[in-house]
């Protein structure tokens, strides 16, 4: 039993309406359940009850046993001074306000439909499950209630990524082109390199990158350098000098400081996202476009971005991985699907913030991008495709993601549009 358990049954009415008593034999009459409150303080507010013929107004709270009103210590906190009624699962002692006068008890379990306790278990029966609790069932829910309850998922994972956003804002003193320049890095890192990425923007103010912005070398210098990517004395490469160089003279004139940077991994990467690559990729698109931040924040559209982040890496890079090693000739230019990334993971999230930072709404906008970019491969997505539900765009593989980690993973079914539908 669980006390979010207790709520949605409050909360749906799911509990018998007449012939309710008090443990104290009082006659209870539910006039107005009240708002559910997710924040702190007691669980439903404004709730109007009829208790032995006399109306009272206030709150409601919720327990699984009487006695954690005073594990809780709700007798020491005003907030619960209101609270009209206490609802739990097990009386097992009567409970008092700070003023000593005793708050009628309503005990639950006494008017719970048998068949919704037993849809209750069958939900979080871990023997019949491999993937998530309502894996048997998630397909028979119905396909408007589950495209409207993405569609809120995208948005609430979206609200958690502009929360690094805003917090990149507030570090670069609101410059929004160093956080576009960090937010870029990390995107680029991927998985592995992300960190390193990170600590990079962190390092190396945008002002100082901009500077170099129509000489790619110099670009490259800045990035190779600061992440210790020239620090191999038996590199004899002549384009690996020059940039050691170039890089040794830019730290002297800019005073830079590459200590908290950490270095990047090669080790279980596919060639083409080796830092070297994606560090030259980067210099070449902020060389491609001087006002990089406002074209970013104004595409509208998939093809637009296509076009906008069309860049390749340095000639250089053609025949080469990493410094001094030479490879076959290919051209290591972003693909679709690495712009895909950074769509959904980077300037997306940017332009989400920066339009509510002007006091924008671009919601529209976002879903009109977000469903054109093709979904995402991954196990999570692939899991909930075998159990019947279909996943179209990047919109919803982002939300699929946000349901299995936030929702599915925490047993949080009874906060979940799909779970309160399956025991509705």
Known sequence: MR????????????????????????????LDFGTHNLLAGPD??????????????????????SSDWYAH????????????????????????????????????????PLQLLQSYQKLFDKNETRFINCEKDIKDVDDFLV???????????????????????????????QVLFTLLLKTFGLKINGASFLSLGSALDFSVFRKQQENVFQMESLLFGMTHLLEDEEVLDENYIQLKKEYAYQKKKYNLNDKSVLKPQFFKLRPPNFPTIRLSQLANLYATHSSLFQKVVTAAGV??????????ASPYWNNHFTFGKESKKNTKKLTPKFIDLLMVNAILPLQ?????????????????IISKIKKEENTVVRNFKTHGLVVASAQESQALLQLYNEYCTQNKCLQCVIGTSLLR
């Not at 709520?7 to 209870?28: A, C, M, P, S």
């Not at 609430?156 to 410059?175: G, H, I, P, Q, T």
Request: aromatic share 14%; net charge negative.
């Open 73 to 112: 210590h709700h007798e020491e906190d005003e907030n619960y001074n209101n609270v009209i009624l206490h609802v739990v699962w097990e009386d097992d002692g009567e409970v008092f306000r700070n003023d000593n006068s005793s708050i009628p008890t309503l005990e639950l379990r006494k008017y719970i």
């Open 303 to 312: 093809d637009e971005m296509y076009m906008l982040f069309g860049v390749s």
């Open 3 to 30: 006390e979010d358990l207790l709520h949605f049954i409050w909360k749906y009415k799911k509990l018998q309406l007449t012939d309710l008593e008090t443990t104290q034999g009082e006659r209870v009459s539910l």
């Open 352 to 368: 989400f913030c920066y339009a509510k930072y002007q006091g924008r709404d671009v919601n529209e906008s976002i879903i009109h």
């Open 44 to 65: 439903f507010f404004n709730a109007k009850i009829n208790i032995d013929d006399q109306v009272w107004a206030g709150n409601v709270e919720m327990h699984l046993k």
């Open 147 to 177: 495209k409207n309850w993405l569609e809120r998922l995208y948005f609430e994972r979206l609200e958690a990524k502009a929360e690094f956003v805003f917090d990149l804002l507030k570090k670069s003193n609101n410059d929004w082109e």
